[in-house]
């Protein structure tokens, strides 16, 4: 089993930034394309964010474009999501997740092990 826990979450105002960071343990970290996806009250959860096994090709969605940037430590096993310009919108359970194939998939069913999540809350 692969063992996920985000931190970092918070309240922060509108405009502000937030780094979240997600441990990884069970298995080589490297091993695993590494996802950040977010569940708002009443919503699906939506991919935000995701990264290849080595660093090398990143994904993001279109609403966090220029503002989120998602990077890896694989000798820490880390995982971070750098979010700046925050908006009320970005108000969500944040979610760390590990996929084992070669590509980053957008859809949430495609990713194997998940964290408990992280509260993020924008205020306006």
């Known amino acids: 089993q692969v063992q996920l826990g985000e931190s970092g979450g918070g309240l922060v105002q509108a405009g502000g930034s937030l780094r979240l960071s997600c441990a990884a343990s069970?298995?080589?970290?490297?091993?695993?394309?590494m996802g950040w996806f977010r569940q708002a009250p009443g919503k699906g959860r939506d991919f935000v964010a995701g990264?290849?096994?080595?660093?090398?090709?990143?994904r993001y969605a279109d609403s966090v474009k220029g503002r989120f940037t998602i990077s890896r430590d694989n000798g820490k096993n880390m995982v971070y999501l750098q979010m700046n310009s925050l908006k009320p919108e970005d108000t969500a359970i944040y979610y760390c997740?590990?996929?084992?194939?070669?590509?980053?998939?957008?859809?949430?069913?495609?990713?194997?092990?998940w964290g408990r999540g992280t509260q993020v809350t924008v205020s306006s």
């Open positions: 069970g298995r080589t970290f490297s091993d695993y394309t």
């Open positions: 997740a590990v996929d084992r194939t070669v590509l980053i998939p957008t859809n949430a069913a495609a990713y194997d092990y």
């Open positions: 990264i290849s096994r080595s660093g090398g090709s990143t």
